[in-house]
């Protein structure tokens, strides 16, 4: 017989936040986990986890959202490998993972979880960062270290670019209103001709002019309120889509590309332009 003084086993409220923990530790198994997976540590996971990143925003752009839903677990699989990784390390696991980012986030927003206060949006944002200033401070981190310190360099370029600026802004280095902004984009492409004019080329003061160029372009976005990340996914996208429409119209006339002028080809691509437009309108 049982013990009838024994407690029964409590039910877990998140019961497959567990199967998915058992899972990637079977996965970790070193006599019967997978063997790729036994392979990996935290560095060879990190581009895995910024292509998933990615396609979780590419699933929200297209709005579909069984695709929000896969692309999201794809995603939090790559949070519960590295958890598991830590586990073995004895470093941390999802607990201490979860706990963390809990204690922030109570502790970063007391106008919610402690003050009540009824404060604007941007009370919340000066009040975030001087919270962050003393998370550092406390962490014994130089207080006289530049603004841009905690930017991370393996960012993608274009956001660490947005975050630079955003960070020199908070402490005055800005311009307050778009037209210089407008006027240092236009002064960027004018050296980039400069460059391109000279004999010999040099191809480094090139890259770097152009280089200064997307930086300024960056800029103006910010200054848009744009976020460049997205503005230029969705031009990627916009520009993907229309001429896959060109490279259909040859392919229903039996015409591969490469036998085709570049003017035949603008032609279809202004083409599709209209009838886009016309589309948009209609």
């Given at each position: 017989?049982?013990?009838?003084?024994?407690?029964?086993?409590?039910?877990?409220d998140?019961?497959?936040?567990?199967?998915?923990?058992?899972?990637?530790?079977?996965?970790?198994?070193?006599?019967?986990?997978?063997?790729?997976?036994?392979?990996?540590?935290?560095?060879?996971?990190?581009?895995?986890?910024?292509?998933?990143?990615?396609?979780?925003?590419?699933?929200i752009?297209n709005?579909?959202?069984?695709?929000?839903?896969?692309?999201?677990?794809?995603?939090?699989?790559?949070?519960?490998?590295?958890?598991?990784?830590?586990?073995e390390?004895?470093?941390?696991?999802?607990?201490?993972?979860?706990?963390?980012?809990?204690?922030?986030?109570?502790?970063?927003?007391?106008?919610?979880?402690?003050?009540?206060?009824?404060?604007?949006?941007?009370?919340?944002?000066?009040?975030w960062?001087?919270?962050?200033r003393?998370?550092?401070?406390?962490?014994?981190?130089?207080?006289?270290?530049?603004?841009?310190a905690?930017?991370?360099?393996?960012?993608?370029?274009?956001?660490?670019?947005?975050k630079?600026?955003?960070?020199?802004?908070?402490?005055?280095?800005?311009?307050?209103?778009?037209?210089?902004?407008?006027?240092?984009?236009?002064?960027?492409?004018s050296?980039?001709m400069?460059?391109?004019?000279?004999?010999?080329?040099?191809?480094?003061?090139?890259?770097?002019?152009v280089?200064?160029?997307?930086?300024?372009?960056?800029?103006?976005?910010?200054?848009?309120?744009?976020?460049?990340?997205?503005?230029?996914?969705?031009?990627?996208?916009?520009?993907?889509?229309?001429?896959?429409?060109?490279?259909?119209?040859?392919?229903?006339?039996?015409?591969?590309?490469?036998?085709?002028?570049?003017?035949?080809?603008?032609?279809?691509?202004?083409?599709?332009?209209?009838?886009?437009?016309?589309?948009?309108?209609?």
């Amino acid at each position: 017989m049982s013990d009838s003084t024994s407690k029964p086993q409590q039910q877990s409220d998140y019961p497959q936040v567990e199967r998915l923990l058992k899972i990637m530790q079977k996965l970790r198994d070193p006599e019967q986990g997978c063997p790729w997976d036994k392979q990996q540590s935290f560095s060879s996971i990190v581009p895995y986890t910024i292509e998933e990143a990615y396609e979780v925003a590419d699933a929200i752009e297209n709005g579909n959202m069984q695709d929000v839903q896969d692309e999201l677990g794809d995603l939090l699989f790559q949070v519960v490998f590295y958890a598991q990784l830590g586990k073995e390390q004895e470093a941390f696991d999802f607990e201490a993972i979860a706990k963390v980012i809990s204690d922030k986030l109570v502790r970063r927003h007391p106008h919610v979880f402690a003050t009540q206060q009824n404060i604007s949006s941007e009370q919340v944002s000066l009040n975030w960062e001087a919270i962050k200033r003393q998370e550092r401070a406390q962490k014994g981190e130089d207080a006289q270290a530049s603004v841009l310190a905690n930017i991370p360099v393996s960012m993608s370029p274009l956001m660490r670019a947005h975050k630079i600026q955003k960070a020199c802004a908070k402490v005055g280095f800005d311009w307050p209103e778009v037209g210089p902004v407008l006027d240092k984009v236009q002064e960027e492409v004018s050296e980039v001709m400069e460059e391109l004019e000279q004999e010999p080329k040099n191809q480094q003061r090139i890259e770097e002019e152009v280089g200064d160029l997307l930086f300024a372009v960056v800029n103006l976005a910010r200054h848009l309120d744009v976020n460049a990340e997205t503005a230029l996914r969705k031009a990627n996208k916009k520009f993907a889509g229309r001429f896959e429409k060109v490279e259909q119209h040859f392919a229903k006339q039996n015409t591969k590309l490469s036998d085709t002028t570049l003017s035949q080809m603008e032609s279809i691509w202004l083409q599709v332009k209209r009838l886009e437009s016309e589309s948009t309108q209609s």
